[in-house]
């Protein structure tokens, strides 16, 4: 299907398609995909977002609801936003946990990318869900965990220098969000798992050793073979993730050559809200 032409239904049944796959619709060889089509199509998946707390440098003029990530770089400063994702360290999570209402979904648009490496991880937590360990589902069901964007900026800064403190007026107005380690998805009623460890601060519970614990063997569980796949990018293709029944990482690459992605998130019902 090529997005530019599709027809009103043909995106109502794309947004169909991409709740019951679980988390995950994959759209390759969008060629020639202007940014007013891209955001034709991502307005089928829901109300989108402008990006107001990204530095504008990063958001494509004149279109400031498509985010530029990568490493383009002009005049000797990153005009996208990069986040360095280090070997060995799968930094696994949903885009925006730490807030309320979360953006229902994400959808990037690849425009250059290295022929290797730069592969984005996805992992289904409603998979993931449905096959946890009964000793282990106990163990999480009833938990609540802080997700933090002063945590994740912490965490990012460790291998990310280039990038400057969080403001305080961004601290201010993004404040710590309690959310179940255990929830159902608001839109589909699947039960799935919350468990971005990068944006959670500290989890319910009297013991934080048992705690960090748990959160590691969930982790494991959720991103295990069985229900993670790394998707290799080329130019072209197009991906919306559900923020509420999957999470994602990138993969290293190498820095010399050029990657660009587009990114749109939209709005949606949140589980806490739908609760």
Same mark, same amino acid.
């Given at each position: !299907? ?5 027809? *009103?239904? &043909? ?5 169909? =398609? ?17 940014? &007013?089509?891209?955001?034709?199509? #991502? ?17 494509? *003029?004149? /279109? ?23 070997? $060995? ?10 807030? #309320?209402?979360?953006?229902? $979904? ?5 425009? @250059? ?11 289904? !937590?409603? /998979? ?14 009833? %938990?609540?965990? @802080? ?15 280039? %990038? ?6 961004? %601290?201010?107005?993004?404040?710590? =969000? @309690? ?11 699947? &039960?799935?798992? #919350?468990?971005?460890? #990068? /944006? ?20 494991? /569980? ?17 991906? =919306? ?5 999957? !999470?994602?990482?990138?993969? *290293? ?9 587009? %990114? ?12």
């Amino acid at each position: !299907m090529r997005l530019a032409d599709a027809a *009103p239904e &043909e995106l109502a049944r794309l947004r169909r =398609v991409w709740l019951e796959s679980g988390g995950l619709l994959v759209l390759p060889g969008q060629d020639g995909l202007s940014p &007013e089509a891209f955001l034709r199509f #991502c307005r089928a998946f829901g109300p989108l977002e402008d990006n107001a707390k990204y530095d504008p440098d990063f958001r494509l *003029p004149g /279109h400031p609801e498509i985010l530029r990530l990568g490493n383009l770089r002009e005049d000797g400063r990153y005009r996208s936003l990069f986040v360095r994702a280090e070997p $060995g360290d799968i930094q696994w999570h949903t885009d925006d946990s730490f807030r #309320c209402p979360q953006p229902a $979904g994400s959808i990037f648009h690849c425009l @250059v990318h290295p022929e290797t490496g730069g592969g984005t991880w996805y992992a289904g !937590m409603a /998979h993931a869900m449905d096959a946890l360990p009964p000793s282990l589902r106990k163990r999480a069901e009833g %938990r609540f965990a @802080v997700h933090s964007y002063a945590h994740l900026d912490e965490v990012l800064r460790r291998t990310n220098p280039h %990038r400057p403190p969080l403001p305080f007026a961004v %601290r201010r107005a993004h404040p710590p =969000v @309690v959310r179940p380690l255990a929830s159902v998805h608001p839109e589909t009623g699947r &039960e799935t798992l #919350c468990i971005p460890v #990068c /944006h959670i601060a500290s989890v319910s519970g009297p013991e934080p050793d048992e705690a960090a614990a748990l959160l590691d063997e969930l982790t494991a /569980h959720a991103t295990g073979p069985d229900f993670s796949v790394r998707y290799r990018w080329r130019p072209g293709d197009v991906a =919306v993730w559900d923020n509420r029944s999957a !999470m994602h990482a990138g993969s *290293p690459f190498d820095e010399t050559q050029p990657r660009l992605l587009h %990114r749109v998130t939209f709005a949606g019902p949140d589980a806490l809200l739908s609760a």
